[in-house]
């Protein structure tokens, strides 16, 4: 096992756990931000780079959030020059969310093959899978480039050897962040259990606990998955 993927809703603490592992595990660690949010990148291509600042620059709200809940598309009649502007702006604005997923599944591999667990904060295919991967739960009226990035992530993307999922209650986590609502946050902790039967290996930690213990439960449940079963360190202080 190299891959590791921290997954949970928002404020269920997965950066911060993430960012504690390197003094917890025996191994190598790698970090890497596998979400949507540009602002918590930690790398990235210049193409995004550039898209970040052209958004900043129209007065565009700070990037934080994982994937919006796809809502009713618009069926507003516009015109064949419009329909068509917003073709293309859609085909870049897909190309370019692919050839950033796939750079950062490359930096992961690269950090495989130089013997380091890498360590996901969020992961692509987690985070999509129930707006442009999931068929069944998908909406009806996604677009071309939604099905067409689902389709790349679902049968193309690979999947971390672990996905371990921090869980809390709804009310938890609007008490933490602030930001959604106790049905949205309650609707997303279902889809992300439903990730288990997608992946090789899925853990559930009780993301409430305090964080040092959280953190604690995460690195047993990775060493115990790596050769050996070497022991894990003592919570540094």
């Known amino acids: 096992m190299t891959t590791v993927a921290l997954i949970g809703p928002d404020g269920a603490g997965k950066t911060t ?11 190598p660690v790698r970090y890497l931000y596998m979400g949507v949010s ?9 193409t995004t780079r550039i898209a970040r600042r052209i958004k900043r620059a129209a007065g565009a709200p700070p990037d934080t959030a994982g994937p919006p ?62 707006y ?3 068929e069944a739960a998908a909406a009806d009226d996604r677009s071309w480039s939604q099905r067409l990035h689902g389709t790349i992530l679902g049968r193309f993307y690979p ?10 209650p709804g009310e938890v986590l609007l008490a933490r962040k602030g930001e959604g609502t106790i049905e949205a946050l309650e609707r997303r902790r279902g889809e992300y259990r439903a990730i288990a039967r997608h992946v090789p290996d899925f ?32 919570e540094a202080r």
């Open 132 to 134: 442009d991967v999931d």
């Open 203 to 234: 853990v559930e930690v009780d993301a409430t606990a305090p964080v040092d213990e959280v953190a604690q439960r995460v690195a047993e449940a990775i060493v115990s998955r790596l050769p050996g079963r070497p022991p894990v360190r003592a």
């Open 38 to 46: 540009t602002d918590s990148s930690n790398v990235m291509l210049p």
């Open 69 to 130: 809940s796809h809502g009713p598309r618009r069926t507003r009649s516009r015109s064949w020059i419009k329909r068509r502007t917003a073709d293309v702006r859609a085909a870049l604005r897909v190309g370019n969310r692919l050839a950033e997923e796939w750079y950062r599944q490359w930096l992961a591999w690269r950090w495989e093959r130089a013997g380091a667990v890498v360590v996901f904060d969020r992961h692509f295919f987690v985070d999509y899978h129930a």
């Open 17 to 27: 756990v993430a960012r504690r592992l390197p003094d917890l595990l025996p191994v």
């Open 159 to 168: 999947r971390p050897d672990l996905v371990v999922y921090l869980d809390a």
